[in-house]
């Protein structure tokens, strides 16, 4: 009787642990112990303009004077040639994107002095921005603007237009813009020192700026040089700033000379002037240390597309970065799991384990993160069918349960085993 009773005992408990095997776990397990995974990861103000009261970049910000500053600089004229581009609406009275007309404006600018090429028709689409960032036409934070462009680059306004409209769904963009991004490496706040800012505008080209709007300046500024005079205050916006003159005024006075973006016909056909100290101008000043290039469209990952559930597969992937920049590889296996790889260099290829759990018909797909945050589109899907389910006895099996459970009880020691697979 004792016997039966030790027996049923077992029974119970073995019963048991299958019970928790089947259902302790309902998302895919990884072989590699060293990756990222995550669920689904991929890898205010009034009409728009920034939102107050946003995080800071904590590093130190540039600080540079230089020695030789000119008393007065506009990258419209530099020694003849001009490099900016021309003046665009953003219909600031439908759509408050000025977000994105600052900081395209300055990263067109950019484009046009990194290839050394004052002719180079650069035009960014801003809509782009607008469809495919949590930016829409109430604003956005303006340093996340700047980190959005550095995980996500730009693309030509000819792939996706402008239509002042946050509603265009993002994959309106033409069916080739991954080739066509183009990013920055990095960008970095500027000191609010008027030097400063003069040596970084000098040094660096036009710079992504933002600013307080009060009622004399919109819609009311024509012309001259701005200096508030009355009227409260409305929004915050984004501007480039391209060139300043210091012989305006008395000492140490002078002005700054900006692009906006509410067309021509507003201010000196869409360029200000505004006094050096005024509406905050020097307070959210950046630039971009460099150009970026993403890596285009991966070819989907290779490997296996039929199995059995509860067994691993190897799936691999290549890419060339086109700056030679190391690269990291983000799966997803179609499941709403993904996994990244560790950092290697660009055109080394990578292997990575994955074992779905339940049947079904799965997509994996690939994209690439080069080392400034930059993602490739993600490749097109690897179909992968799992038309068997197993059952929870196949599972132990692969597991080896069974047969390390038997082994203990032909040596008569029970608890052994159950000690050892429940720590």
């Known amino acids: ?130 469809s495919c960032s949590p930016g829409d036409c109430d604003g956005w934070y303006w340093t996340s603007t700047l980190l959005w462009i550095k995980g996500n680059g730009a693309i030509p306004e000819a792939c996706l237009p402008y239509q002042a409209d946050d509603t265009i769904p993002c994959d309106d963009k033409c069916p080739e813009w991954g080739s066509l991004l183009v990013g920055i490496e990095n960008y970095k706040k500027v000191s609010s020192n008027v030097s400063v800012i003069q040596s970084a505008l000098v040094e660096h080209g036009p710079l992504p700026a933002s600013m307080d709007v009060y009622e004399d300046f919109y819609p009311n500024y024509q012309g001259g040089v701005y200096q508030y005079t009355w009227g409260g205050y409305v929004f915050g916006h984004c501007v480039t700033i391209v060139g300043y003159n210091n ?58 597309t039929q199995g059995a559930p509860w067994k691993e597969y190897t799936y691999t992937a290549t890419a060339v970065d086109p700056d030679g920049d190391a690269i990291r590889y983000c799966f997803d296996w179609g499941e709403g799991n993904v996994s990244w790889s560790g950092t290697v260099s660009s055109g080394v290829p990578v292997s990575m384990n994955y074992t779905w759990r339940e049947k079904g018909e799965y997509l994996v797909r690939v994209k690439v993160r080069d080392e400034h945050g930059l993602d490739s589109p993600w490749s097109d899907p690897l179909p992968v069918s799992m038309p068997v389910n197993s059952n929870v006895f196949i599972r132990l099996f692969s597991f080896g349960i069974f047969e390390r459970f038997f082994q203990f009880i032909a040596l008569g020691n029970p608890f052994r085993f159950i000690e050892i697979i429940t720590n």
């Open 247 to 304: 012989s305006w005024g008395g000492p140490d006075e002078g002005y700054w000379i900006v692009k906006n973006s509410w067309g021509t016909n507003w201010g000196e056909d869409g360029w200000f002037k505004i006094a050096y100290g005024e509406c905050n101008m020097e307070k959210g000043v950046y630039y971009y240390t460099g150009p970026n290039y993403a890596i285009a469209e991966p070819d989907a990952p290779t490997g296996p």
């Open 1 to 130: 009787m004792r016997k039966n009773v030790r027996g049923s005992f077992f029974v119970c408990i073995f019963l048991g642990l299958l019970l928790l095997t089947s259902v302790g776990s309902t998302i895919g397990t990884f072989s590699d112990e060293n990756l990222e995974t995550g669920q689904g990861e991929g890898c205010g103000c009034i009409y728009g303009t920034i939102t107050e009261n946003e995080t800071v970049q904590s590093e130190e910000p540039y600080t540079e004077i230089r020695n030789d500053l000119p008393a007065e600089w506009d990258w419209r004229d530099v020694d003849g040639q001009d490099w900016t581009t021309p003046i665009k609406d953003q219909l600031q009275d439908v759509c408050g994107s000025c977000w994105a007309f600052g900081s395209l404006g300055g990263l067109e600018a950019m484009i046009k002095i990194w290839e050394n090429d004052s002719s180079l028709a650069a035009d960014l689409s801003e809509q782009y921005m607008l």
